[in-house]
């Protein structure tokens, strides 16, 4: 019976297959098989039992429900996968597992299992980029209202908006590429990390077994990989996430009734907005993104705590990561998905944008005047003038550019046609176009 809603409501099947029951096991029969491959050739147990026990290890072989089986009556699921190993493998089974620890079977199997999930998060990654950057492309001279604190503040453009957020995704990807060099290691050290049950030959198994598995073999560990590793990917996740938290609330917001710049998509022949309310349209997509991203960002903290480990190691870390491991995995790869589909579809209502901009009757312009009027008497006696005239305006609930028109001093530099001019928005939005260009051919030029 599915109980968490992974099971049966987020999550891709390609995530959801990374981290199901058969595939850990066969990941961690993997490193199994590359440890006896290692052992074998160097002289550490009989080359041929080596290849045998390489030749099983895996889930052709070695079947999970044998190996809860016999974990039902030890109470060890790594012990349970090497005897059902051993089973399969005849005389070779007395050489599995010959020297190794548990968490070293377990870690460098997560590392495989980490290692599936990025390349699949990299590659929503560079599909979410793509997205953002064609937006950013096609709205680069969308002109809107800006926004600080809430209130209105200067013109800019939704290409601005699509470029910021596409140049985060694209801080990830990188933040993704290094990352894969502190994370995607090896263990194969022993009870403590000195080598002691392998012998003298224990570094050179530790260093084969990595480059059998396409891993890097960790410089120093005690009985586990240390979980600094594990902590940043899962802050990486987190990171990303947020990212996707922001862009939702910028979409949610935007799409208010009373502003209606952004719309997510919405089949108004079959969908339903609310059981009450017929005519509801609501951003649940982004609202999914924004909610997920909550639990997302939580479990930076149990990986967190798991750093600490006592002296060699205990055991807390384990029972936690089962569960924090698979969650951040396929619920970062869902509201990747849900970003995606969402801002394909996105529409961007121009005629809205241009409704919001006059809403202030021009205050959003005094910026502009002030620049202006401040090459002729100053800077600080421009601001303090126009931004007394701007308060008139709101007091009074007038047009801006009315109270500039009938103001004197205002008068004696700038005419009624400049005035005019400076009342323009669509021509004070500054390099927006050159800038969001700018991003959009840094970024190609990358990938």
Same mark, same amino acid.
């Given at each position: 019976?599915?109980?968490?809603?992974?099971?049966?409501?987020?999550?891709?099947?390609?995530?959801?297959?990374? @981290?199901?029951?058969?595939?850990?096991?066969?990941?961690?029969?993997?490193?199994?098989?590359?440890?006896?491959?290692?052992?074998?050739?160097?002289?550490?147990?009989?080359?041929?039992?080596?290849?045998?026990?390489?030749?099983?290890?895996? %889930?052709?072989?070695?079947?999970?429900?044998?190996?809860?089986?016999?974990?039902?009556?030890?109470?060890?699921?790594?012990?349970?996968?090497?005897?059902?190993?051993?089973? %399969?493998?005849?005389?070779?089974?007395?050489?599995?597992?010959?020297?190794?620890? =548990?968490?070293?079977?377990?870690? +460098? =199997?997560?590392?495989?299992?980490?290692?599936?999930?990025?390349?699949?998060?990299?590659?929503?990654?560079?599909?979410?980029?793509?997205?953002?950057?064609?937006?950013?492309?096609?709205?680069?001279? +969308?002109?809107? %209202?800006?926004?600080?604190?809430?209130?209105?503040?200067?013109?800019? +453009?939704?290409?601005?908006?699509?470029?910021?957020?596409?140049?985060?995704?694209?801080?990830?990807?990188?933040?993704?590429?290094?990352?894969?060099?502190?994370?995607?290691?090896?263990?194969?050290?022993?009870?403590?990390?000195?080598?002691?049950?392998?012998?003298?030959?224990?570094?050179?198994?530790?260093?084969?077994?990595?480059?059998?598995?396409?891993?890097?073999?960790?410089?120093?560990?005690?009985?586990?990989?240390?979980?600094?590793?594990?902590?940043?990917?899962?802050?990486?996740?987190?990171?990303?996430?947020?990212?996707?938290?922001?862009?939702?609330?910028?979409?949610?917001?935007?799409?208010?009734?009373?502003?209606?710049?952004?719309?997510?998509?919405?089949?108004?022949?079959?969908?339903?907005?609310?059981?009450?309310?017929?005519?509801?349209?609501?951003?649940?997509?982004?609202?999914?993104?924004?909610?997920?991203?909550?639990?997302?960002?939580?479990?930076?903290?149990?990986?967190?705590?798991?750093?600490?480990? @006592?002296?060699?190691?205990?055991?807390?870390?384990?029972? =936690?990561?089962?569960?924090?491991?698979?969650?951040?995995?396929?619920?970062?790869?869902?509201?990747?998905?849900?970003?995606?589909?969402?801002?394909?579809?996105?529409?961007?209502?121009?005629?809205?944008?241009?409704?919001?901009?006059?809403?202030?009757?021009?205050?959003?312009?005094?910026?502009?005047?002030?620049?202006?009027?401040?090459?002729?008497?100053?800077?600080?006696?421009?601001?303090?003038?126009?931004?007394?005239?701007?308060?008139?305006?709101?007091?009074?609930?007038?047009?801006?550019?009315?109270?500039?028109?009938?103001?004197?001093?205002?008068?004696?530099?700038? =005419?009624?046609?400049?005035?005019?001019?400076?009342?323009?928005?669509?021509?004070?939005?500054?390099?927006?176009?050159?800038?969001?260009?700018?991003?959009?051919?840094?970024?190609?030029?990358?990938?």
């Amino acid at each position: 019976m599915a109980v968490h809603p992974i099971d049966y409501r987020y999550g891709s099947e390609e995530m959801r297959k990374i @981290w199901e029951e058969k595939n850990k096991l066969d990941k961690m029969l993997k490193v199994e098989g590359a440890l006896a491959k290692a052992q074998g050739e160097l002289g550490i147990i009989p080359k041929e039992h080596a290849e045998e026990i390489y030749k099983k290890a895996s %889930v052709k072989y070695v079947s999970l429900e044998r190996v809860k089986e016999i974990e039902k009556e030890i109470k060890h699921d790594v012990m349970a996968m090497v005897r059902a190993l051993a089973e %399969v493998c005849g005389e070779a089974g007395e050489y599995v597992h010959f020297g190794a620890t =548990s968490n070293d079977i377990v870690d +460098t =199997s997560n590392s495989l299992l980490i290692k599936e999930t990025l390349n699949i998060i990299e590659n929503k990654l560079k599909e979410l980029l793509n997205v953002l950057l064609e937006k950013a492309e096609e709205h680069k001279y +969308t002109v809107c %209202v800006g926004r600080t604190h809430g209130q209105h503040a200067i013109p800019t +453009t939704y290409g601005m908006r699509f470029a910021l957020w596409a140049a985060e995704i694209d801080r990830h990807l990188d933040r993704l590429k290094e990352l894969k060099e502190r994370v995607l290691v090896s263990k194969m050290t022993g009870a403590v990390g000195t080598c002691a049950a392998m012998g003298e030959k224990g570094l050179e198994v530790h260093k084969k077994v990595a480059e059998i598995l396409n891993l890097k073999p960790d410089l120093i560990t005690n009985q586990v990989i240390q979980r600094d590793r594990h902590a940043e990917f899962i802050n990486l996740m987190a990171l990303i996430a947020q990212t996707l938290n922001k862009i939702g609330v910028t979409v949610r917001n935007m799409q208010r009734t009373e502003i209606g710049e952004l719309e997510e998509e919405f089949d108004y022949k079959k969908q339903v907005g609310s059981s009450t309310m017929p005519h509801k349209r609501n951003p649940i997509t982004f609202e999914q993104i924004c909610g997920l991203s909550r639990v997302i960002k939580s479990l930076c903290i149990a990986e967190m705590d798991n750093i600490p480990l @006592w002296e060699e190691r205990d055991l807390t870390n384990s029972s =936690s990561e089962r569960c924090i491991f698979a969650e951040v995995s396929v619920l970062t790869d869902h509201i990747l998905n849900l970003s995606i589909k969402g801002i394909k579809k996105l529409r961007v209502n121009k005629e809205n944008c241009k409704k919001n901009l006059e809403l202030t009757k021009g205050l959003i312009m005094a910026e502009r005047v002030m620049i202006e009027l401040a090459k002729k008497i100053g800077r600080q006696r421009a601001y303090k003038l126009v931004r007394d005239l701007a308060m008139k305006a709101y007091n009074e609930n007038r047009h801006l550019k009315d109270v500039l028109l009938e103001n004197e001093e205002i008068r004696k530099y700038l =005419s009624e046609k400049d005035i005019e001019r400076l009342m323009d928005y669509n021509s004070y939005i500054g390099l927006a176009p050159q800038i969001v260009e700018n991003v959009i051919k840094t970024i190609r030029e990358k990938y």
